[in-house]
């Protein structure tokens, strides 16, 4: 597990690791783990180390997020065409769907909780109404293909939710309980989630034109993303360095793109160096026994 600074020298497993990506491809999750720390995309995918989990009673935080995710996209797939609720039956839907949910784990929604979804919902059916409507959930792509010199990899992935308005354009939202990356983080194309996203969103709808990719925060309604100028009202955000223009985007498309493959690159070149992008990347980690890198370095 200890190969010295972290390349992958074996010509023979170099050789099997890239017949592999190749043949699967790679998801957008796999990628985002390379970004994080090479070495932990190493113990998970290459290796294919499963890490002992502990046995619990209690809902962690990937149940709750997973339980949020369920009862947006069943509110929403009753709504992806025709009228839609007022704001109190919404409300008072959602609160119903997050009883049924939790009490379909043997849980119980917070108080908290339970307000959080009724503020989210009321301002989501309001911007629908505005001109963006949910109209894609839990979308799958992996049209998605990346040039290297050892051939074509392809990237799939699903989005929580893509909301598009009457004159075509459409964006793509991911759902976050928690908290999102940096601005900074997205547009220098460190947080691989939303550089995938845009670069994806050129098959997944061809016939429209994708304004923006962006992280949904149940906590305080926010999008925080990659947004076109001409649709940042409309979308509720506030301009910044991630609103740009129509030669702005573009060109950040092709930055996210050279990023994709140089990540690829180095994957298919075995270079898996112990290089955490931060600290708090460690404190989550199952492999610190392996790399023995301390956390909070």
């Known amino acids: 597990l200890f190969f010295g600074r972290g390349f992958l020298r074996d010509d023979q497993l170099l050789t099997m690791l890239q017949r592999r990506i190749l043949e699967e491809g790679l998801s957008v999750s796999q990628l985002n783990r390379y970004a994080n720390c090479p070495y932990q995309f190493f113990c998970g995918h290459v290796l294919q180390l499963q890490p002992d989990e ?27 065409e025709g009228p839609l609720p007022s704001i109190e039956d919404g409300q008072a839907q959602i609160e119903g769907l997050l009883h049924r949910e939790y009490s379909a784990m ?4 917070s108080p908290r909780l339970v307000r959080s979804m009724r503020d989210f919902i009321r301002s989501d059916l309001q911007w629908a109404q505005g001109g963006f409507r949910p109209k894609y959930l839990e979308k799958w792509f992996q049209g998605l293909v990346i040039d290297t010199p050892a051939g074509v990899v392809s990237v799939r992935g699903r989005i929580d939710r893509i909301d598009r308005n009457p004159d075509g354009a459409y964006i793509l939202y991911d759902y976050k309980t928690g908290t999102a990356p940096q601005i900074n983080a997205m547009v220098e194309g460190k947080d691989v989630q939303i550089a995938t996203y845009l670069l994806a969103a050129q ?95």
Not at 106 to 109: K, N
């Open 54 to 80: 502990e046995v619990s009673l209690e809902l962690d935080a990937r149940d709750h997020g997973n339980l949020v995710h369920g009862v947006l996209q069943t509110f929403w797939e009753g709504y992806l």
């Open 106 to 109: 043997g849980a119980h929604p």
């Open 203 to 297: 098959n997944i709808l061809p016939q429209g034109r994708n304004v923006g990719a962006a992280y949904y925060l149940i906590s305080d309604r926010s999008r925080k993303g990659i947004f076109h100028e001409n649709y940042y009202r409309a979308l509720g955000v506030t301009k910044g360095k991630n609103v740009l223009n129509e030669q702005e985007f573009a060109a950040q498309n092709h930055k996210f793109a050279e990023i994709l493959q140089g990540y690829i690159r180095s994957i298919l070149e075995g270079r898996f160096p112990i290089e955490p992008a931060s600290p708090r990347i460690c404190s989550f980690c199952a492999f610190q026994g392996i790399c023995r890198k301390e956390a909070g370095f």
